[in-house]
């Protein structure tokens, strides 16, 4: 029995606004790309009646199993090397990424409305990691994506505790004035970027002032370009052109703040 190998990245918002509220819904808008850091999911058709899904790894722990294949059964085995409530979409991206798995080898055919059905019944950003490339999700709801690599080197730095979703959106009590409704590639230059933010910041340093003591550090690292939480946390982000100058960050990092979980990535 053939076994495949898929490599699930994971997401990180550049920019992120919550521009309002639609059915107890909110609405956002983000840049996103993808970075190298991934969980691998192994799979293999089985002659059997239901679905077997296991997780193994350090990030492993108190995962739902979701399944939406009804005709054929998988055994599917993911190793979880991204960090559980860190606003990097590791769950949703396991799923995004087998739904690609089995419309690229025609296991199931989905017309795009189909396709927005069934992401949707799953998670709201599940979508994003069909075809992950560089997007401009704006406050419509519609996706502008990229395929050029914006060749950023990042430091990803998860601390020990992770943010609710539910509880940090539930928090919002402003909203910005949307700015990427007319998407462009030169979105993604540094220039443009760092003059973004992400609006859950607030509310998650507010609730973990431990964020804001690592955005504050990070800060301080020699040529960074910008520093910033990604989704709704709890991980944060800091970008730089270089490898070198992302290393030593990451050696700055390690010395305070040794047990926090970080690592170097780079954008895809």
């Known amino acids: 029995m ?3 190998k898929i490599k699930s990245y994971a997401k990180i918002n550049l920019a992120l606004n919550v521009i309002g509220k639609k059915n107890k819904l909110h609405k956002i808008e983000s840049i996103i790309s993808f970075i190298d850091l991934h ?5 293999k058709q089985i002659n059997k009646k239901n679905h077997k899904v296991s997780f193994k790894g350090r990030f492993s722990r108190n995962i739902n199993k979701k399944n939406f294949l009804n005709n054929k059964k998988f055994e599917i085995k993911i ?8 606003g990097m979409g590791g769950g949703s991206m396991n799923v995004a990424s087998l739904i690609n798995f089995f419309i690229d080898k025609k296991i199931v055919r989905l017309k795009k409305t189909e ?3 069934l992401t949707s019944q799953i998670g709201s950003d599940v979508i994003l990691g069909i075809k992950p490339n560089n997007t401009i999700l704006s406050s419509s709801g519609k996706m502008k994506k990229y395929v050029k690599n914006i060749n950023f080197h990042i430091l990803v730095v998860k601390p020990i505790f992770g943010c609710s979703t539910k509880y940090i959106f539930s928090k919002v009590k402003s909203f910005t004035k949307s700015q990427f409704n007319t998407p462009k590639e030169g979105m993604f230059k540094a220039k443009y970027l760092k ?3 992400n609006d859950l910041e607030k509310i998650a340093f507010r609730k973990y002032p431990k964020l804001k003591k690592i955005k504050s ?5 020699p040529n960074n370009i910008f520093v910033s939480m990604s989704g709704s946390g709890s991980s944060i982000v800091a970008y730089f052109h270089s490898r070198e100058a992302c290393g030593k960050a990451y050696r700055q990092f390690k010395r305070k ?10 954008t895809i």
């Open 79 to 86: 190793i979880k090397n991204i960090p559980l409530e860190a």
């Open 217 to 221: 550090f990070l800060l301080t690292t």
């Open 115 to 117: 396709l927005i059905k």
């Open 39 to 43: 969980d691998l999911i192994y799979l």
């Open 257 to 266: 703040f040794h047990n926090h979980w970080c690592i170097v990535s780079k």
């Open 2 to 4: 053939c076994i495949f």
């Open 195 to 197: 003059t973004l933010n």
